[in-house]
């Protein structure tokens, strides 16, 4: 019943408040999204960084969502305020610098601890803030509005449907996953034929946003690709953070998505999903 009423809040709630910023708040290339993202690249790092040091992995809170930021944020200033692209290479290449700096002159009782505060930099600067980095390129693309629904109807139809069939037939084919061990065979084939759904919908409701680069393939037929490999992308998602957390020993991320756990429980599938929906995209449907 609790997993029930979580869905029906986010439908609800969380699915309209998306739907509104994307559709009704274009302006500045969709700057009202992009802090949306921002934000939630920040926050997400900041829970990644606090499992992190479950593992002595030592990543300050502060750095944490500096970095998390870096990415996203840099793409923001160059898409929505004409920034030059050399944003991203010069922040990431500031944020090594202080990496390296850090542990240079780290004192000698912690210079046993310096690879792993480095590959913790590292992995917070990655993990979320350059996948979350990918859906911020899509509010480039023309009619962005559209393309960007489409791929988050793409990752909530994955889930949605990957929770319903998982339990009307899962019960005897679960545990295939050992990070997920909850998860079954008849869930990862639901969320597969709810992504490729949302995506011929798409497709078909939607004909002047889509012009196909292939004329050997139907454009339906690239959308069911499109929708496969991208909610594909956003199951393993799902996994990779399942398996972090029980890495890490903690159930949730953090506490702050009511009924989600925490920011990094609620992108995780995004996060992964973005760059291969926006890969497909441009290669089927950019010219």
């Given at each position: 019943m609790k997993t029930v009423l979580k869905r029906l809040l986010v439908f609800f709630i969380g699915i309209p408040a998306v739907i509104g910023i994307v559709y009704f708040l274009p302006y500045c290339s969709h700057l009202a999204f992009n802090i949306f993202v921002v934000m939630f690249s920040a926050i997400g790092a900041l829970e990644f960084s606090i499992m992190l040091q479950k593992k002595q992995i030592l990543v300050s809170k502060c750095e944490a969502v500096i970095l998390g930021?870096?990415?996203?944020?840099?793409?923001?200033?160059?898409?929505s305020f004409n920034f030059s692209e050399l944003a991203l290479p010069v922040l990431i290449m500031a944020a090594a610098l202080w990496a390296l700096s850090t542990c240079a002159f780290s004192s000698t009782n912690k210079m046993e601890t310096a690879v792993n505060r480095l590959?913790?930099?590292?992995?917070v600067l990655i993990y979320p803030g350059f996948f979350m980095y990918w859906l911020i390129k899509l509010t480039s693309l023309e009619n962005a509005s559209i393309i960007i629904l489409m791929f988050l109807f793409i990752t909530f139809g994955t889930d949605s449907a990957a929770w319903l069939f998982?339990?009307?037939?899962?019960?005897?084919?679960?545990?295939i996953i050992p990070a997920?061990?909850?998860?079954?065979?008849?869930?990862y084939t639901g969320g597969a034929l709810g992504a490729m759904a949302v995506a011929a919908s798409f497709?078909?409701?939607f004909p002047n946003v889509f012009s196909s680069r292939f004329e050997f393939l139907p454009i339906v037929a690239e959308a069911l690709i499109l929708g496969i490999l991208t909610g594909t992308a956003t199951a393993l998602g799902d996994m990779a953070e399942?398996?972090?957390?029980?890495?890490?020993?903690?159930?949730?991320?953090?506490?702050?998505?009511f009924g989600r756990g925490g920011?990094?429980?609620?992108?995780?599938?995004?996060?992964?999903g973005a760059p291969v929906f926006y890969l497909l995209f441009h290669l089927f449907f950019i010219a």
């Open positions: 930021a870096l990415a996203p944020l840099s793409l923001t200033l160059t898409i590959a913790g930099i590292f992995s998982g339990s009307l037939f899962g019960k005897n084919n679960r545990g997920s061990p909850n998860k079954s065979i008849a869930g497709v078909m409701l399942s398996a972090i957390k029980r890495s890490c020993d903690v159930k949730d991320s953090g506490k702050l998505m920011v990094l429980d609620s992108i995780d599938s995004v996060a992964f």
